[in-house]
């Protein structure tokens, strides 16, 4: 028998070099599958993470897709012509696939600067109150009124933001409710005037709820009053004025409802 060698007990001839080298085959094959194990496990981890990506990136495109899909909102402007009357105007604000820009679309009307001031504002103001950003939409506004040859001024800012909210949000909004006033960066609505007339004309177009700027409820005004008294032959007369406040609501019939910023007034818009 050859020195080194043994038999064992099965019989087989035993070899220190056999048994060296299986010992090695066997070593190398368990690392390969501890590698194999664990490229595998990276593997897993790194389309699981790519998988929770997809689906984070699913839910933020639907909500815009289903934003585009429904793609207008129509809201009522109120306004004051040049002849000094209160009227009410349709203002649409719809969506489309696009790159982030703000068109107009207007039939024999002018939108002053400040007025197109009020639309960036609006969009901004939008997108921070729904988190939803307008990089990959259009938003367009177009008003239709005949008989206004001008827009102008920022008072129909809070309305253009409403209505935008409305779309990004995808929900509805009330038609019997208007609103008058200007927007801010920081969504507060500002002061307008000619409060009673835009009041008067909200009622007539069918409104049950008028919303004003914070303090705008009432208003004041001065009346002349004129006393004379005769001395003699003559009459001396004299003019006084007189500050009388006026309750908005009382006088046109309509419910008045003062509100500060964009988020009170959307909760009674927006259904």
Known sequence: MEKGAGVCSLGLQYSPKAFSALFIYFFDKTSFMKRKYGFLKLMIILLLGMF???LASFDFQTEEESAVADSQRVISL????SQGNGVTIPLVVEIKPGNGKILTDIDKLLFWVDTQQSIQVA???AENVTGVSTKNIDLIYTIRY?????????SAGAAMTIAT???LQNRSLRDDVVITGTINEDGTIGKVGGIEEKASAAKEAGAKI???PEGLGT?????PIESCKKIGRLEYCETTYQKITINISEKVGIAVVEVSNVEEASKY???
């Open 165 to 167: 909210i409305a779309l």
């Open 146 to 154: 005949e008989n206004l040859s001008l827009v102008g001024g920022p």
């Open 123 to 125: 969009r901004s103001v």
């Open 78 to 81: 109120a306004a004051v012509d």
């Open 210 to 212: 008028f919303l004003v």
């Open 52 to 54: 929770i990506g997809y």
């Open 219 to 223: 208003e004041t005004k001065v009346k």
């Open 269 to 271: 818009f927006l259904i």
